[in-house]
């Protein structure tokens, strides 16, 4: 897949609560959960970002809460991909399993800034800064990681396997 | 070379044979659940699935804990899924309200969890029951459904980090203390996708109470989780508790760890964690002054007995300060009983405090206690991040339910030598 879009930057440890708050929990509507997306770090976020778009974070992106909510609000939202110096365990999970491309690099989110254009190849892992000029090669994801997000993300590996188990 | 306690629950749970780190497998799962924010998801995509049925019905746990009994009408039909998914698919372990505890103190209670499981739940606290001896690990909604629907998850075999502690522990310092001085040694991402083994003298003579207190918070320095050697308090727990046999796994002497790290308690004094991470933690002395507006005492990291039992040691004969809400919660139906039955709700409603149903509520901003803007609580829950407990511009600090109760008195953070010398 091939994603291009405009660079948010946030800094280290945006935690889950930040990117959607509590008190919009008691829904799983993804669309809802949407309107309310980083919210509290910036309550005009949501009206800022185009579909598309990329954010590129610090250490620690997405610590705290196992809410899938979180990266379900920035992909619907328009988050399109995250790359961050590194992610919290239960949120990067969490991303794959949802198909919501995430990269570690601490080199792209030293030297991008807001407002730069990235192209990604999610396949190939070489992340292209346009305004910058520079092109990053990064570290392909294990095998079985691949397999799930070639499938579709962690649903259509769970469906196939049902279907195999019930045959 | 010896394996770690991880190493070896894993190797049990898969058929991948001569693990090695970084390793991804699949493993056996013996206990998985949710709660009423992440199973609605969950069951959606269970359902989706095909799965006829979940893996097995005596071990998936469904606990509507953080927005009941129901707050508003959004989250009474949240908790109307589980019940009817539970109801439909006969899943035997369904806490409704009067059952219900927060699910991490209640399912060790229930006996649920034991050691040498492989627990898997939809909330990043799940590492509590790691106490145990169990691995036990947070994930999402995704990989919850997955686990119901074929009873085994895919995961990557972390390295560990041991932990040592030595050395006499101060008075009033606990297993709160303790984890908030080791999360601000590290780093909230000190331990991202690594096991944190607590070890040593210490960890020995600490009660379960405040064990499970230590793992819960393992995630805070961003661990896959916390795990405890069991020894004879882990079976004096399990005692009449157990609700099937279970197998006991110890870390080998010549084991692998990626990091040793060594802990002398004896320096540590009562900690608090300032906002808006809990790797803010500082010694007591730091913080002592700063007005509050509440406290609270309870939730999966501090709502068991003990927790109950060291607030009331210090509220006793005591009043809260007229310009702060205490907010006691016990974490289970059991807890709450136990803590009448001890006098210690007595106590409390003399002290001027509320007392709750058991429920998850104000620690993440859920609802029975929220700060309004500019207001400051101090807590014995686990996150002080930017708005976790109501509006974005509130705060909150920390700590041991002793300095939460301590502080509910003199309306200001306080050590509760404070209170307690009179």
Request: net charge neutral.
């Amino acid at each position: 897949m091939m994603i291009k879009g405009k660079v948010w930057k946030f800094k280290d440890n945006i935690d889950t609560d930040v990117i959607i708050p509590a008190r919009y929990l008691n829904t799983s509507d993804p669309k809802e959960l949407a309107l309310h997306c980083m919210e509290d770090y910036d309550s005009e976020f949501v009206k800022k970002i185009n579909q598309g778009d990329i954010i590129v974070a610090g250490r620690n992106f997405g610590c705290g809460s196992s809410r899938e909510h979180a990266p379900i609000a920035l992909k619907v939202a328009g988050v399109s991909c995250i790359i961050a110096k590194s992610f919290a365990r239960i949120f990067f999970r969490n991303a794959i399993n949802i198909g919501l491309p995430i990269f570690e690099s601490e080199e792209i989110a030293d030297q991008s800034s807001e407002g730069d254009f990235l192209e990604v190849d999610t396949v190939k892992g070489i992340i292209k800064n346009i305004n910058k000029d520079r092109a990053y090669k990064l570290n392909p994801l294990p095998a079985f990681i691949q397999n799930i997000i070639s499938l579709g993300g962690l649903r259509e590996y769970v469906k196939e396997e049902v279907r195999r188990r019930n045959r | 070379m010896g394996k770690t306690i991880v190493e070896k629950i894993l190797s049990a749970h898969t058929d991948t044979n001569n693990l090695r780190i970084g390793d991804i497998i699949k493993a056996r799962v013996d206990f998985a659940f949710a709660n009423d924010i992440t199973a609605p998801i969950a069951i959606k995509y269970f359902k989706e699935s095909g799965a006829k049925e979940v893996f097995n019905k005596k071990r998936v746990g469904l606990i509507p804990d953080h927005f009941a009994p129901n707050k508003d009408i959004k989250s009474a039909e949240q908790c109307k899924l589980l019940r009817e998914f539970a109801q439909e698919y006969e899943i035997e372990n369904y806490f409704e309200i009067g059952k219900m505890g927060i699910e991490h103190a209640l399912l060790p209670e229930k006996g649920l969890v034991l050691p040498g499981d492989v627990v898997v739940g939809a909330d990043s606290h799940t590492d509590t029951s790691g106490a145990l001896g169990a691995f036990a690990i947070g994930v999402g909604s995704t990989d919850l459904a997955a686990i119901m629907a074929l009873g085994e998850a895919w995961l990557k075999v972390s390295p560990t980090i041991k932990f040592i502690y030595s050395g006499k522990l101060n008075k009033w310092v606990s297993g709160k203390d303790l984890i908030l001085y080791t999360i601000s040694k590290i780093g909230v991402d000190g331990a991202n996708y690594k096991v944190m083994e607590f070890s040593g003298e210490v960890i020995k003579r600490l009660s379960m109470d405040n064990r499970f207190t230590m793992c819960n918070m393992a995630i805070e320095a961003g661990a896959k989780t916390g795990i405890i050697e069991p020894d004879e308090t882990t079976l004096e727990y399990l005692k009449g508790r157990a609700k099937r046999p279970f197998q006991i796994y110890k870390s080998d002497t010549d084991a692998h760890y990626e990091k040793i790290i060594e802990i002398d308690v004896s320096k540590i004094e009562p900690q608090v964690a300032f906002p808006h991470l809990p790797e803010n933690a500082k010694p007591i002395g730091e913080a002592k002054g700063i007005k509050i507006d509440q406290s609270i005492i309870g939730s999966c990291t501090n709502g068991r007995i003990e927790d109950l039992r060291i607030a009331a040691e210090i509220l006793k004969g005591q009043q809260v300060h007229s310009e702060v809400r205490l907010i006691i919660i016990p974490a289970t139906q059991d807890v709450y009983l136990q803590a009448l039955r001890e006098g210690l709700i007595d106590i409390f409603i003399f002290s001027g405090a509320a007392v709750s149903t058991p429920t998850c509520g104000p620690c993440l901003g859920g609802y029975m206690g929220i700060l309004a803007k500019g207001e400051r609580a101090i807590s014995t829950t686990n996150r002080n991040f930017v708005g976790r407990m109501g509006h974005p511009e509130s705060e909150v600090y920390l700590a041991s339910p002793a300095v939460a109760a301590a502080s509910a008195i003199l309306g200001r953070i306080a050590s509760p030598e404070e209170v307690k010398q009179g």
